[in-house]
């Protein structure tokens, strides 16, 4: 049977603006709920993208992505070749302060500026 894929749930984060243009931050990825309902079949794990392909791999993963809306997609393989397949959309929103005292008091918001 083929492994069941689950990419977790959709993800909204902010990253204060610097008066730089852009920004990124860093993402946590979690397949740890995928499985392979055959139980002893181990699994392996890809998350990759439409625009640059192959960006981690592992059923959890850490990877820096800019502002934007991003559709990742998580491929599990069992060691007979089946896959199953997931997606987990990743929002990335610039968020404005007024100045720079509001950014030391941020919350966070799941994930590390850099």
Do not use: F, K
């Not at 902010?14 to 397949?31: A, K, P």
């Not at 960006?55 to 820096?64: D, F, M, N, R, S």
């Not at 502002?67 to 968020?95: M, R, W």
Request: glycine residues 10%; negative net charge.
């Amino acid at each position: 049977m083929a492994p069941v894929a689950n990419a977790g749930d959709d993800i909204e984060l902010s990253v204060l603006h610097d008066g730089i243009v852009g920004g990124e931050i860093i993402v946590n990825l979690d397949g740890r709920e995928s499985y392979d309902p055959d139980l002893v079949d181990y699994i392996t794990a890809v998350w990759s993208t439409i625009d640059n392909g192959v960006i981690a791999t592992g059923l959890e993963a850490e990877v820096v992505l800019p502002v934007g809306l991003h559709t990742v997609e998580l491929t599990v393989t069992d060691p007979y070749g089946d896959q199953g397949s997931d997606v987990v959309i990743i929002n990335i929103c610039l968020l404005y302060t007024s100045d720079a005292a509001d950014e030391e008091d941020s919350v966070d918001l799941g994930g590390r500026r850099i």
